[in-house]
């Protein structure tokens, strides 16, 4: 008897606290400017799942096709509604840039950031497949391109602040594992990189060149003035103690 109202009460508890959590990780989806298709809890385990999340957040735009939510921290939600996440891991996502050169401001998301009373914080992150597109000013052709392979994260905080800032959280960078990377740095150049590696704030750059678009004859017909064509190609770079920071909006 005693036994079977232990296990009642064990089970109401579970359902409560898993609706509270998935009402707490979709109001926070929502609340950042994201769509999902569903959000799936298990306590027993401390795992939660979000599949196929988009979320647009002013120029910037990312699509997933899961985040899986591990080592949940419940009573950091139960007692300030923060979300304290041990590890979160991302599949195959899908960064998309659109830098014009206007800057306009749309006073809904404004509000709906100064609307984020709560914390957010993953301990760790795991990033998997992927890439990210830079649009130049709204343009169908990208100005830079790049497959991913894996990224490590540290430390990630979300909050009110950190939304209006041009990376919407802070973070430890440990590992960006990045291929086949292009960047238009004129009509008449390309940069290519075949690996570029951050590690522990080492950079290894692999197979670095700057292409010409055009062949000699060509180059001379697509400039109204001298222009120099260059043709690079650099086996690798290494460096050491790399830190950098967003300087206002650049």
């Not at 996440?85 to 509000?111: Q, T, V, W």
């Not at 649009?135 to 950190?162: C, G, M, P, W």
């Amino acid at each position: 008897m005693i036994a079977g109202l232990i296990g009642l009460t064990l089970i109401f508890l579970n359902n409560y606290l898993e609706k509270k959590i998935r009402n707490g990780i979709e109001n926070s989806l929502e609340q950042s400017f994201a769509t999902y298709d569903k959000v799936d809890v298990n306590l027993l385990d401390r795992k939660a799942a979000v599949i196929n999340p988009s979320i647009n957040i002013k120029d910037k735009h990312l699509k997933v096709d899961t985040i899986q939510l591990n080592d949940i921290h419940l009573w950091d939600y139960i007692n300030n509604k923060d979300i304290i996440i041990g590890e979160l891991k991302i599949a195959n996502p899908e960064l998309k840039i659109f830098k014009s050169k206007k800057k306009e401001k749309d006073s809904g998301e404004n509000k709906k950031s100064s609307e984020f009373k709560q914390m957010v914080v993953v301990k760790n992150v795991k990033v998997s497949g992927g890439s990210l597109h830079i649009f130049e000013n709204d343009s169908a052709d990208h100005q830079l391109y790049t497959k991913i392979r894996d990224i490590k994260l540290e430390e990630v905080k979300i909050n009110s602040k950190t939304l209006n800032e041009t990376i919407p959280f802070n973070y430890d960078l440990i590992l960006l594992n990045a291929d086949s990377i292009f960047y238009d740095l004129d009509k008449q150049h390309t940069l290519a990189a075949g690996k570029f590696i951050i590690h522990n704030n080492n950079v290894n750059i692999k197979d670095l060149g700057i292409i010409p678009k055009f062949s000699k004859t060509e180059h001379q017909k697509t400039i109204s003035v001298e222009k120099d064509r260059y043709d690079l190609k650099i086996d690798s770079i290494t460096m050491s103690n790399l830190n950098w920071s967003m300087q206002n909006d650049t």
